[in-house]
């Protein structure tokens, strides 16, 4: 990536008939050049930094009107990137942005590569990479507990306690160097001292770490299947949990015959939930790809909800089943219990929980969800108190700087010469820093930023 071009790309969503509004940015030293050539500002209206312009999009050679538009100035050092950026707020849809995008070009912009805009902001020390990440997460958040968790690293706060480790401890190597360098001239290192901090950093660390598993939740969501026989009431618990009619309720086994998908939130968790078809042997040959689909469904899935009818209680159809899907994270939802008239406890398999449900009066559902938020142990995923969640690299990054700073540990209880103590101390603190991006390949660059979507 040449950072001193002048870069464009389309910055919102299009599709047509349906955006309003679309914008087109550009960002690099001949911004504002471009804009002044393409752009016709009727009136004295002043092309001044953080103002907005009315006027016209306009062919340099025809003079041919492409869209009535306004333009943002937004001039360095205060913008996004840090450099001139301008752009056009267009009217939404296909063409005109599409237009207005290949005369910047035609101007001398480039296209902008994925998550380009934001790398420029990073490399000219706007935001530090683990802010540019929470912008990613941020832009794909699918619950609202996931869209403030990335706000807070946005703001700082997960960098705040990754930079203050990292600082500890180049004050700790900078108090065992001096001692190697100026060996008579300072007192001697105080090595419990040393020993203290060093587990004093390990602990945070460990909170820190502690985040990554609900970090990956919020992310990447939970997949949730729902399996068993034909007419145990899948369906009905769907759409009681979604309070919504997205699968057909019948007297009739087998009516779901593919899976059928729902977008729900638990505990701030972005959840799929997969109502599948009955499993049971078939001859019917469409019913029978929807139970070969169940299946793989129920397979793939993070958290299965292996549901039996209480009415008919346990029976070798659902044991069937059941040695399918044992292996997997399973819940036990027993619905039907309004119609049951026993009052004889159930033999049921060992499992992680069971669920008493009613799904045609919407009864269990709250119960359902706790259950499944204490299988995924959300709880103690919050143990922490902290509002922040890593990715898996920086989580990767942490794990390696925890596990150098513990063979310091061991250099120190073996009592080797105080350099042995630096080499892994300065491990450590080049792991933090890649975090932070501060010690930072061009590579994992490359990796970071390639997952975002061009235009930001």
């Known amino acids: 990536m040449t950072q001193g071009t002048t870069i464009a790309a389309i910055a919102t969503a299009i599709v047509p008939q349906q955006g309003s509004v679309g914008i087109v940015r550009l960002s690099g030293a001949a911004a504002l050049a471009i804009a002044q050539q393409l752009f016709h500002a009727p009136g004295q209206q002043a092309w001044e930094s953080h103002r907005i312009l009315y006027g016209f999009v306009r062919h340099p050679l025809t003079k041919a009107t492409i869209d009535e538009a306004l333009l943002l100035i937004m001039l360095a050092p205060r913008s996004y990137t840090r450099e001139d950026v301008v752009e056009f707020h267009c009217h939404g849809g296909i063409m005109v942005v599409q237009q207005v ?111 990554a598993d609900r970090g990956e939740l919020l992310r990447t969501g939970l997949k949730v299947a729902i399996v068993g026989r034909p007419n145990v009431g899948k369906s009905s618990l769907l759409n009681a949990w979604s309070r919504s009619d997205r699968a057909i309720v019948t007297d009739l086994p087998g009516t779901t015959r593919d899976v059928v998908e729902s977008q729900l939130v638990v505990g701030g968790i972005p959840i799929q939930v997969l109502d599948t078809a009955g499993i049971r042997a078939t001859e019917d040959r469409v019913e029978k790809i929807g139970v070969e689909r169940s299946r793989a469904a129920a397979q793939s899935a993070d958290l299965v909800l292996f549901t039996i009818d209480a009415t008919s209680g346990w029976t070798p159809a659902d044991q069937e089943i059941y040695e399918q899907v044992h292996d997997r994270l399973l819940i036990l ?40 938020l204490d299988t995924v142990q959300t709880g103690t995923l919050q143990a922490a108190n902290l509002d922040i969640a890593i990715n898996q690299r920086q989580a990767a990054a942490l794990t390696t700087a925890k596990l150098a700073l513990e063979r310091v540990q061991t250099t120190i209880a073996q009592q080797l010469p105080l350099d042995f103590w630096t080499i892994d101390l300065r491990s450590a603190i080049y792991a933090l820093g890649e975090i932070l991006g501060e010690d930072v390949t061009e590579s994992v660059l490359d990796r970071v930023f390639s997952q975002f979507c061009i235009g930001k």
Do not use: W
């Not at 706007?126 to 869209?147: F, H, M, Y």
């Not at 027993?334 to 669920?355: G, H, M, Q, W, Y």
């Open 101 to 211: 995008l290949q005369l910047c070009l035609e101007q001398g912009a480039r296209l902008a590569q994925p998550g380009e805009f934001t790398l420029r902001a990073f490399l000219n020390g706007r935001l530090d990479l683990t802010q540019a990440e929470s912008i990613t997460d941020l832009v794909g958040s699918r619950s609202p507990q996931a869209a403030q968790t990335a706000l807070a690293g946005l703001q700082g706060k997960l960098a705040h306690p990754i930079r203050q480790l990292r600082q500890e401890c180049i004050d700790m190597l900078a108090e065992i160097e001096a001692r190697i360098d100026f060996e008579e001239d300072l007192p001697p290192l105080n090595q419990t001292e040393i020993q203290t901090q060093l587990e004093q950093i390990l602990t945070q660390m460990t909170q820190v770490l502690a985040t």
């Open 333 to 372: 939802v027993l619905n039907k219990i309004d119609l049951t008239t026993s009052s004889e406890p159930l033999a049921l398999p060992p499992t992680r929980a069971v669920v008493p449900t009613a799904a045609a009066l919407g009864q269990g559902i709250e119960a359902l969800e706790q259950a499944i």
